[in-house]
C-alpha cells in the first residue's frame, strides 16, 4: 500500500513539473555583433517572461541559411524562430511557410522605417519582425585622407576610391588601402559585385529573364573590382566576409571599406575599435549611374509555420524588435550600441544622435535604396543586391565562386564571367523561366 502510494505521488508530482515546464524556444540566428548582444540579454526576456527559456543556435552566415532554408521547406520542425533576411521574408511568406507577426500598438508598426517596412510585407501584414536593418556605405580613415591630401564627397565616384586606395595603402605599415569582401556567398561577395554592376549600369537579369554576366557593365566592373583589390587589398581576400573586414578595420589594417552601414557603430565604437576616433563616412561609391549602387538588407526575426510554440514565439519576437528592446540596449551598453535601421525614433532619439557620428549617412543611404528600381536598364526583378527570386541563392552562391577564384587569380576574369553565364543559364533553363 505505501508502496502504491509513493509510485501515485510521484506520478502525480511529475504531472504537475510538466503542466508548469518553462516553454523552450529554439531560436536560430547569424554570428553578427548585434546578434551577439541580443543573446546576452536573455535574462532580462527570461525575467520578464519566465515560463519561456530561450535556447540559442549561433552560426555563420552561410551556414544559418542552408539550416533554415532546409529547416523550413521540409518543415522539419528545429527552429522556434528563424534569423532570416529581406529576402527570404516575401518568397516564404508567399509559401506559407511563415507566420504573420502580431503586433500591438506598442510595438508600434508606423514607426519601422518605410522601405523596410514594405519589403518584409505580405498583403499588408507584416511576416518578419527587423531586428536591425541596413544599406552600404563608403567607410574610411579620415586621418590618412588628410595626411594624403585626399577629400570625399558625399558620395564619391569608384575612380576617386581606387586614386586614393593608390595614396593610402601602406603594406608594410600594415595598412591596405581598401578591404572588400572577397568570400564566396550571395550574401557575401555577390552583395558587393551586384552593387558594382549596377552602377557600372548592368544587372543580372533582362526583361526575358536572360543573364547578362558576359555583358560590358559586368566585365567592367568585376575587373575593376579584382584589379583594385589584388593591388591595394589585403593579402587573401578572397576568403573575407563582413566579419573579417569588420576585424582588419578595427585594428587599423584598412583605409577604406565599402560594406553594410550597420559595421559604422562598430567602427566607431572605442571598445572595439582601434581608429574609432579616424573614421568618416559617405555614400556607396558610383562609376556610370547611382541606382543601385548602395544596397538594402535588413536581418528580421520570422515564425515558421511548423512551430507548435507560436504564442511563446510571438512574445520573443516583438520584445526583440521592439522600442523597448532598442532602450534597453542604451541602458546596459549605451546609444552608440543600439540596433539601427527599423526605426525612425531611433534616429530621431538626441541621446542616439549624440553619439552616432554615422547615423546620417546610413539613413541616407538606406532611404534612397530602391529595391523596385535597381537598376538603369529595366529590369524584370525586385532586389538591389539580390534577385528576388527562389533560384537565386544557388545561383548567386555559383557565380560568387567564379568571382572569389577571379579575385584569387585562379581564373581570369572572363573566364569567370564565361562559366558564370553558362550556370545561370542553365538554371534559369532548368526552373523554367524560358518558354
Not at 608594410?172 to 557575401?188: E, H, M, N, S, T
Not at 526583378?381 to 584569387?408: K, W
Amino acid at each position: 500500500m505505501k508502496f502504491s502510494t509513493t509510485l501515485a505521488l510521484a506520478a502525480a508530482m511529475a504531472v504537475a513539473g510538466t503542466a508548469h515546464a518553462a516553454t523552450e524556444l529554439v531560436i536560430a540566428t547569424v554570428n553578427n555583433g548585434h546578434m551577439i548582444e541580443m543573446q546576452k540579454l536573455t535574462p532580462f526576456f527570461e525575467k520578464a517572461y519566465p515560463d519561456i527559456k530561450l535556447k540559442w543556435v549561433t552560426l555563420e552566415e552561410g551556414t544559418l541559411r542552408q539550416r533554415v532554408t532546409t529547416d523550413i521547406a521540409t518543415k522539419g520542425g528545429q527552429f522556434d524562430v528563424m534569423t532570416i533576411g529581406l529576402y527570404e521574408v516575401p518568397i516564404w511568406s508567399k509559401k506559407g511557410w511563415l507566420k504573420p507577426i502580431a503586433t500591438d500598438a506598442a510595438y508600434d508598426v508606423d514607426d519601422l522605417l518605410p522601405a523596410i517596412r514594405t519589403g518584409l510585407s505580405y498583403k499588408g501584414k507584416l511576416y518578419g519582425a527587423p531586428f536591425y536593418g541596413e544599406s552600404s556605405m563608403l567607410m574610411y580613415r579620415k586621418d590618412l585622407m588628410d595626411k594624403a591630401g585626399v577629400t570625399f564627397s558625399g558620395r564619391p565616384t569608384w575612380n576617386q576610391v581606387r586614386d586614393a586606395a593608390a595614396k593610402i595603402s601602406d603594406p608594410k605599415a600594415g595598412v591596405y588601402g581598401i578591404c572588400l569582401r572577397g568570400k564566396p556567398g550571395w550574401g557575401d561577395n555577390m552583395a558587393l559585385l551586384s552593387t558594382m554592376v549596377n552602377t557600372w549600369g548592368g544587372q543580372w537579369f533582362n526583361m526575358k529573364w536572360q543573364p547578362q554576366l558576359e555583358s560590358k557593365p559586368w566585365h567592367n566592373a568585376i575587373s575593376f573590382y579584382v584589379d583594385i583589390m589584388k593591388k591595394y587589398g589585403p593579402p587573401g581576400a578572397s576568403a573575407n566576409s563582413f566579419n573579417e573586414n569588420l576585424a582588419l578595420f578595427n585594428e587599423g589594417k584598412c583605409g577604406m571599406w565599402v560594406d553594410a552601414t550597420i559595421a559604422a557603430s562598430f567602427i566607431s565604437d572605442p571598445k572595439q575599435s582601434k581608429v574609432a576616433d579616424k573614421v568618416a563616412f559617405a555614400q556607396s561609391p558610383v562609376a556610370v549611374t547611382p541606382k543601385g549602387a548602395n544596397w538594402l538588407w535588413s536581418w528580421n526575426l520570422a515564425i515558421p509555420a511548423s512551430t507548435q510554440k507560436a504564442d511563446a514565439a510571438q512574445k520573443f519576437v516583438t520584445w526583440a524588435t521592439s522600442k523597448a528592446y532598442v532602450d534597453l540596449v542604451a541602458q546596459q551598453d549605451g546609444w552608440a550600441r543600439v540596433p539601427t535601421g527599423t526605426r525612425k525614433s531611433t534616429y530621431a532619439n538626441p541621446e542616439f544622435q549624440k553619439v552616432a557620428t554615422f547615423a546620417p549617412a546610413e539613413l541616407e543611404a538606406i532611404n534612397s535604396a530602391d529595391p523596385s528600381s535597381p537598376t538603369l536598364p529595366k529590369s524584370p526583378y525586385v532586389g538591389v543586391q539580390y534577385v528576388a527570386i527562389p533560384e537565386f541563392q544557388a545561383i548567386g552562391v555559383a557565380v560568387g565562386q567564379q568571382m572569389s577564384a577571379a579575385l584569387a587569380g585562379t581564373v581570369t576574369v572572363d573566364q569567370a564571367l564565361k562559366t558564370s553565364q553558362t550556370i545561370v543559364e542553365r538554371d534559369m533553363s532548368k526552373a523554367g523561366y524560358y518558354k
